[in-house]
Structure formats: structure tokens, C-alpha cells
């Protein structure tokens, strides 16, 4: 399994909000993408996450989760005989439950250890080690996604980072090396990032995280025993740890070695915003300015609120829990560990351990190259970031801290300028502006075309008008032409009827003749007017391809 299996991603659950990126401590572990369909989705970059788990919690929306090994252990439970280590955590994460999950593994004939036990001996490992110089300035690592933070983005600072196993790591080691147990091992955590260890040191087979044995055993049906006794021993294989089992809490190895040797400097740092800034920081500083031991944890108020924990439990009640573990660990080792001014449990561990045995050995990644400023240059040109004041602008929407942040992760092709606001904002204003200026254009077109339309209107009624004139000349001429017609046909008969011509027979004929003039020029009358009338609707026809023309010429405009 790889990171990339570890923190998954429901694309169809993205919205594009970048709360992840936001709050995201690695800076090369998300990728975000536009689809076709405009969306913004951000993926995981498998290479670069460190596992942390703070984008599962703080995603409102459902697009990010994380996969572990509990389905895959459970499958194996009651095949064989598995090992089921518990991290002190449990005891904060199900407080009324605890021991009743504990003794169900041990229905199906499972073997229970204490993570708390492999605590003790990485304080003691440590407070050797510090004693006896074998370590210089210190940074811990019980906290996985610390390391991994380290191994990718300041490997430089891997000499710093404590040699000594983890105390998940320190319990396998111990059932393993000095137990001589070789059953397959799953450990009971509310941290997501302890697969990656588990992968690194090839120490433990199964990482069951307590949100999702939770959800393992509501999907079957599973009844836990409730015990509301305020009591924290359990009949573990072999004996309980003491006061490691505060580990969880901030400052839990902090406060185990001062309660061994209170004059070691030991500095503090927890959760995502505070810590990773510090690493860097620290990376920075000389030697000499680091205290012995800079004791750090990803989340802020320690594992026992982890991203795969799935707690109920405010800080409130965690802190709480924690005080009366402390108190009754700090009981239990005065009345039987520590007497008469010595460590047992210690004294134990010089006599029979081997602190070579809980070394671990770590695997650095080759940084990405910071952009440089001329590439970063191309970049914010690209992102429509002229001036020093758009380039530092830093409104964080993007997820970044600064525009910078956004431009080096562009140039490292893990984000799109298309997803910075201010960019896209100026996009927006710019073809605001345009379509502007097109609906200015195309009122204004459409105002000319109105007035061409009204005057069209005129000339089709003055070609009605002029038709109806046409029409009523047409029809007078043809009563004309009739007239003349008949007029015509008479004269003819009259002339041929008449051999003689006398004063009656031509006044006749002078009559006929004049009616026939008449008639004519009645005729010619009805063929002006119809000419007239015809040049009328040339000339209106003529107007009209020309306003057709004009409306053609405004609608080409807004083809431009």
C-alpha cells in the first residue's frame, strides 16, 4: 500500500472549496485540477503526502477519506492466533469501552499487549542515549507524519531526527527480539499516518484504526461490554507500561524524561499550523540554538484526538482521562517500580535490552527545486499578476499561504491559474467590460434597425397605396379601351353603311369621333397615372434595398 492508498479522494465529492490545500502542512501533496466541466477537483500527489490525516478532518463535504488494514485483520482473526498491540490512546478514545474491545480480540483467541510498555523503553532509550552522548541535539519521532515530513521536505534535518524506534515500534521490537513472538501483529491506533512506519520498518502487519474498528463493529452487529469503572489496569501478556502511557498527550515524552531528569532542555510543538513551520525554522537555526530535545507532535492536542481516532471526547474530557492515567501510572510506580530511590522497570531494561535493538534507520527524498524567479515570473504573468502589489496580493483562497506559494505550486504543475480569484476575477471583469460594450453596440443597432423598420413600414404603404391606384387605373383603362373599342367599330360601320356623304351623316360621324377623343384621352389619363404610380413603387422598392442593406450592414456589426 502507498500514500496514495493511504488518503483517498470521491472526485464527485470535490467541490473545489481547497480547505484541504488550506490546511494541508505539505506543501507538494495536493493536486488540483480544472475538468472540462469547469470544476475543481484536488487529488492526492502520492509522493509528497505525508499522511497526516488533516485534510480527512477538516473536508465538510466527504471527498476525502482514508483506507486502513481492519477489514483486511479482521478476515485473518480466528484463522490464527494474531498479536493486538494497544495504544494508551484507546483508553481516552472509548473510555467506557476500552477493555470490552480488548476482551473481544481476546474471544477470538488473540494475544493483547500494551503499546504503554514500548513507551517506557523509548524513554529509556532516549534518557540513556542523551546520557551517554550518543545522540546530540534530538528531534522525536513517535509521531509518523512528523517523519515523513522530514524525510521529504527537510531531509537535512534526518541527523537531528531521533534514532529510536517509536514506541509502537520499540513494543514490536521487544515481543518480537525478547518475547521470540512471531504471530502476525496489528495494533489498535488512532493515527493514520502509522502505515507508513509499518511499510518503512516492516515491524507491523496491520494498522486498525479506532474510527473504523468502530464502523467494523456497528456494520456487524457487534455489542462492546460497557465498564464505567474509573480504572485503568488491564490483564495484558505481559505486564503493563507506566507512566508512558501519557504519550499521547502534548509533551507526553517531555514529561517522561524530566520525570527521570527534569535539567534536560526540552521544547515543545504540536498541530499543523505550528509544528511544520517550526521544522523549517528550525532547519534554519544553527546548531547551538537547538534544545536537546524538541519534542513535536502533528496534531495539536496529541494523538489521543488523531484523524483515524473518531473520538466523541471533547480536549476537555481527553485532558481529563489523561490526568487520572498519569496519576494512577505515578501511583503504580512508587508503590512498585521505584523504591528505595531506584527504577525497577529501568533497571530492568539496562539488565536485559540492547538499545541498538530499537534503532531505526530512515529513507530522505531528493527536494523538488524551488522555481526560480524568472520562471515564477512567467508564471505570474500567466495568473495576470503585472505589479508587485497583484503578486502579493495573498487572499489565501487558493489554499496558500501567499501568491508565491500558488505560483511555485503552479510552476511545479501541481495547481492551474484558472483556480487563483484574483485571476479569474480579472477574467471575469474583462469580459464583463466586453459584453458591455456588445450590448451598448447591440442596443445601439438595434435602435437603427427600429427606425429603418418604421420607415420600411412608410414605403410598403406607400407600394400598397400605389398598387390600389394601379389597380384602380388599370381597371378604368380597360373600360376606356372598351369604349374606344366600340366607338371605333361604329365609326367603321357607319362609313360603309354610307355611300354619300351629307351635312347629317357628317355631323354624325363628328360626334362619333369626338366621343372617341374623348375616350382617348380619358385612356391616356389612366396610363399616366398608372406610370406615375409605377415610378412611386420603383423609387420604394429602390428605398427598400436600400434599408435592407443598411439592417444587413448593423447585424454584420455584431458579428465583429
Known sequence: MSANEIIIVKPDKCVGCNACVRTCPAPEANITKMLDDGRFVTTVNPDKCITCGECVRNCAHGARDYIDDTDVCMSRIGREKMIILATPAIKTVFPTRWKGILDWFKTKGCLIYDVSLGADICTWAHLRSIENR???????????????????????LLPNLSPIHSPISCAVTYIKK????????????????????????????YNVT??????????NG????????????????????????????????????????PDINITTSEGVHKVYPELDMY????EFKHPEVFDVLSCEFGCNVGPASGTTQTVFDVMATMREIEKSAKTK??????????DKLFKKFDEELKISDFMRAYRPSTPTPVPTDRQLDAVFEMMGKHTEEERNFNCHACGYKSCRDMAIAISRGLNTADNCIVHAKSILTARHSEL??????LSEITNECLTLSDKLRDDLKSINSNMDTIGDSTAKTSDRASVVNDLLTKVIAFCKGTSSMDSSSVGQLVEILETTLDAFKALDDNVNVT?????????????????????????RKTRQ
Open 531 to 555: 406610370n406615375e404610380s409605377s415610378a412611386v413603387i420603383r423609387k420604394s422598392i429602390s428605398e427598400i434595398s436600400s434599408l435592407v442593406d443598411s439592417i444587413n450592414d448593423s447585424l
Open 178 to 205: 525478547y518475547l521470540k513472538r512471531t504471530n502476525p501483529i496489528a495494533v489498535l491506533t488512532p493515527c493514520i499516518a502509522k502505515k507508513n512506519e509499518f511499510l518503512e520498518t516492516g515491524l507491523v502487519d
Open 436 to 441: 458591455t460594450a456588445q450590448h451598448e453596440l
Open 134 to 156: 550518543k545522540v546530540g541535539n534530538v528531534i522525536t519521532q513517535p509521531c509518523a507524519a512528523i517523519v515523513k515530513y522530514i524525510e521529504i521536505y527537510q531531509p537535512k
Open 333 to 342: 510506580r512508587k508503590t512498585g517500580v521505584f523504591r528505595g530511590g531506584e
Open 283 to 286: 532547519a534554519q537555526m544553527p
Open 222 to 261: 457487534i455489542k462492546i461490554a460497557v465498564n464505567s469503572a474509573n480504572d485503568y489496569e488491564y490483564k495484558f501478556e505481559e505486564q503493563q507500561g507506566q507512566v508512558g502511557a501519557v504519550y499521547p498527550r502534548p509533551g507526553g515524552l517531555r514529561d517522561n524524561l524530566w520525570l527521570h531528569d
Open 210 to 219: 479506532f474510527k473504523k474498528l468502530d464502523e467494523y463493529f456497528d456494520k
